[in-house]
C-alpha cells in the first residue's frame, strides 16, 4: 500500500481499498440475497423455512468467521512492521484452526439442530424445509471458514480487487444451482428452499479452491510462499489470533445473533409475517454490506498505519471512512423511501408478504443509520487493535437494551411484530453513540502514548 499525505490521496487510497471489498460483500451477500428470493418465489413456505435457517446460521457463521478475521489485523502489522517472512506462518495457523473451528460446529450442530427446530412453534413444512436447509449447508462449512483466513491475507496485502475477482466469478455458480435443485429444472430434484443449502455449499467450495489457486499463482501473493512448507500447529500463534479474533467474533455475533434473536422470536406469528420479516431483514442485510466494507477497509488502513507509526494518518482514515458510510446510509434511506413497494416485490408474488415486507422496510431505515456509525467504528477498532471493549460494548447495547426492548413491545403494545424492530433500533443506537466515545478515547490514548515515547 502507497503511504499518502493529503486528504485528497488519502481519500484516493481509502476508496482503492474499499470499491473491491464492497464488490466482493455485495456478491457474497447475494449468495444469501438469492438463496431468500428465489426461494420466496418457490412459495411462502420457502422462504420461511429459509428463513429459520439462516437465522440459525448467519449469527454461528459469522462469528465464527469474525474470529478468523483477526488474520487481517496480524498480517497488516507484520507488513507494516516489516515482519513480512512470518506472514505465510500465521496464516496457516489460521488455516489449521479454520478446520478445528467447523469440525466443531459440524459436531456439536449435529446434535442440537433437531433439539432446537423441535422446540420451536413451527408449521410442519416449514421446519422441514429449515432442518434439510442446514444440512445441505454444512457440507460447505470447512471451505467457508478456509476462505475466510485466506482472504483476510489477501486484504491484508491491499490485493482488495482480487478477493472480488474470486467472488464474482462464484456468484453466477451460485444463482444457477440455485435454478437447478430449488425449481428443479434440466431434470434436477424440485427440493425448494432446501436445493439453496446444497447451492451455497457447492459455491463455498469452488470459492475456496480458486482462493488457493491464485495465492499460489499470482503475483505478491508468490513471494510469501504460501503452502510451500508444512507447518504444524502452534498454540502460540493460535492465541496471538485468538486475542484478537474472539472479541472480533463475540462483537459481530452478538450484532448478527440479535436479528436471528428476532427472527427466532417471530416463529409465534404466522407464515405470512416470518416471510415479510425475513425479506425486509434480507435486504437490509444487503444494504449493510456498505459500512461492513468500510469497517473492513478502516481495519486494513489503520491497522498499516499504526503498524507502521503514523498515527494522524490513522486518525484521518477513520474519519473518512465514518463520514463516508453516513452519508452513504442517508442515500440509501431515500431509496427505501421512495421504492419500498419495488424492493417488497422483489420477493414475493403474494400482495400480502408484500405490504407487509414494505412496512418493515421503513423501520429498516432507521437502524441502518445507526450501522453506518458503529460497524466503521469498530473496523477503526480493530485496527488499532482495541478489541475488547467494543464486544462488552455490542453485547450491552444489542442483549440487554435492544432486545428486552423488542420483546417487551411485541409482546405487550399492539405494535406486534414491529416491536421488536424498534427494539433492534434502539439498541443499534446507543451501540453507535458508544462505539463512537470508545474510538475517540483509544486515538487520545495512543496520541499521548507516542508523545511520551517521543
Given amino acids: 500500500m502507497k503511504t499518502t499525505v493529503t486528504m485528497s490521496q488519502k481519500f484516493k487510497q481509502f476508496i482503492v481499498i474499499l470499491l473491491p471489498i464492497l464488490v466482493t460483500q455485495i456478491a457474497l451477500s447475494a449468495i444469501t440475497f438469492f438463496d431468500t428470493n428465489m426461494s420466496g418465489h418457490a412459495g411462502s413456505t420457502d422462504l420461511a423455512g429459509v428463513a429459520i435457517g439462516s437465522s440459525l446460521w448467519v449469527p454461528l457463521q459469522t462469528g465464527l468467521s469474525g474470529i478468523l478475521m483477526g488474520m487481517t489485523p496480524i498480517v497488516s502489522h507484520l507488513i507494516g512492521g516489516g515482519q513480512a517472512k512470518k506472514v505465510s506462518y500465521h496464516v496457516m495457523q489460521g488455516l489449521w484452526l479454520a478446520i478445528l473451528l467447523a469440525v466443531a460446529v459440524l459436531a456439536v450442530g449435529s446434535m442440537l439442530l433437531p433439539v432446537i427446530l423441535d422446540g420451536m412453534n413451527l408449521e410442519n413444512e416449514v421446519r422441514s424445509v429449515a432442518f434439510r436447509f442446514l444440512s445441505f449447508l454444512s457440507i460447505g462449512i470447512i471451505p467457508m471458514f478456509g476462505y475466510t483466513v485466506l482472504r483476510s491475507f489477501i486484504d491484508a496485502l491491499g490485493q482488495t480487487r ?16 440455485n435454478y437447478l435443485l430449488i425449481f428443479g429444472n434440466w431434470g ?3 427440493l425448494g428452499g432446501a436445493g439453496a443449502g446444497i447451492a451455497s455449499a457447492i459455491t463455498y467450495w469452488c470459492v475456496f479452491a480458486v482462493a488457493i489457486l491464485f495465492v499460489i499463482r499470482l503475483k505478491p501473493f ?23 479474533g474472539v472479541p472480533i467474533g463475540f462483537s459481530i455475533f452478538f450484532e448478527t445473533a440479535v436479528f436471528a434473536a428476532v427472527t427466532l422470536l417471530m416463529s409465534r406469528f404466522n407464515t405470512i409475517t416470518i416471510a415479510a420479516h425475513q425479506a425486509a431483514m434480507n435486504f437490509a442485510t444487503t444494504l449493510y454490506m456498505i459500512p461492513l466494507s468500510i469497517s473492513m477497509a478502516l ?3 489503520v491497522g498499516f498505519e499504526k503498524g507502521a507509526g503514523r498515527l494522524k494518518d490513522a486518525r484521518q482514515y477513520s474519519i473518512l471512512g465514518i463520514g463516508s458510510a453516513v452519508a452513504l446510509s442517508l442515500v440509501t434511506a431515500v431509496v427505501l423511501l421512495v421504492a419500498g413497494q419495488y424492493v417488497a416485490g422483489l420477493y414475493s408474488e403474494e400482495s400480502k408478504v408484500i405490504a407487509l415486507t414494505q412496512h418493515f422496510l421503513i423501520y429498516a431505515i432507521f437502524f441502518q443509520i445507526s450501522d453506518a456509525i458503529a460497524t466503521p ?7 488499532y487493535k482495541d478489541v475488547n471493549p467494543a464486544f462488552i460494548i455490542t453485547f450491552v447495547s444489542y442483549w440487554v437494551i435492544g432486545l428486552p426492548v423488542g420483546y417487551l413491545l411485541a409482546s405487550f403494545t399492539s405494535l406486534g411484530a414491529f416491536g421488536f424492530w424498534i427494539g433492534l433500533i ?8 458508544l462505539l463512537l466515545w470508545r474510538l475517540v478515547k483509544v486515538q487520545r490514548a495512543t496520541r499521548k502514548s507516542a508523545a511520551i515515547a517521543a
Avoid: C, D
Avoid at 482480487?162 to 444451482?177: A, C, E, G, H
Avoid at 510469501?224 to 484478537?244: P, T
Avoid at 467504528?377 to 485496527?383: F, H, N
Avoid at 434502539?426 to 453513540?433: N, P
Fill in 162 to 177: 482480487i478477493s472480488m475477482t474470486i467472488t464474482l466469478i462464484s456468484l453466477p455458480i451460485n444463482i444457477f444451482l
Fill in 188 to 190: 434436477f430434484p424440485r
Fill in 222 to 244: 508468490v513471494s510469501y510462499g504460501m503452502f510451500r512448507q508444512f507447518h504444524g500447529v502452534s498454540f502460540r500463534v493460535w492465541k496471538e489470533l485468538l486475542k484478537i
Fill in 299 to 301: 481495519t486494513i488502513l
Fill in 377 to 383: 467504528v469498530q473496523g477503526a477498532l480493530r485496527g
Fill in 426 to 433: 434502539t439498541g443499534l443506537a446507543v451501540g453507535a453513540t
